[in-house]
Nanobody, 124 residues
Framework: QVQLVESGGGLVQAGGSLRLSCAAS????????MGWFRQAPGKEREFVAA????????DYADSVKGRFTISRENAKNTVYLQMNSLKPEDTAVYYC?????????????????WGQGTQVTVSS
């Protein structure tokens, strides 16, 4: 049974930082590209960042470039999202996903598994 469990969310003031973690089990982690998406109230889930399973190539949404960093640690079956200079518009539930492909998963439909999400709230 595949499980993705996000953690590290919380309440932070604008300009602050958070580090999200996503621990995977029940799959061969190194065979999956990993990604982070977010969903704000009343909005659709949107792409935030992705990291490939080979060469650790990364990509980011324009709205988070230069502020967020995605990384992975295969020995721990974990993917991270370091979020700096947070803004109120970053407030959302953040989800990690696992994508069994060679490329970067930029679209929701490319992902095979999802976690339950972790809430990030940025106050102004």
């Amino acid at each position: 049974q595949v499980q993705l469990v996000e953690s590290g969310g919380g309440l932070v003031q604008a300009g602050g930082s958070l580090r999200l973690s996503c621990a995977a089990s029940g799959l061969t982690f190194s065979s999956y590209g990993m990604g982070w998406f977010r969903q704000a109230p009343g909005k659709e889930r949107e792409f935030v960042a992705a990291i490939s399973r080979i060469d650790y190539i990364t990509d980011y949404a324009d709205s988070v470039k230069g502020r967020f960093t995605i990384s992975r640690e295969n020995a721990k079956n974990t993917v991270y999202l370091q979020m700096n200079s947070l803004k109120p518009e970053d407030t959302a539930v953040y989800y990690c996903g696992a994508d069994f492909s060679y490329g970067l998963g930029l679209k929701i439909q490319e992902y095979d598994y999802w976690g339950q999400g972790t809430q990030v709230t940025v106050s102004s």
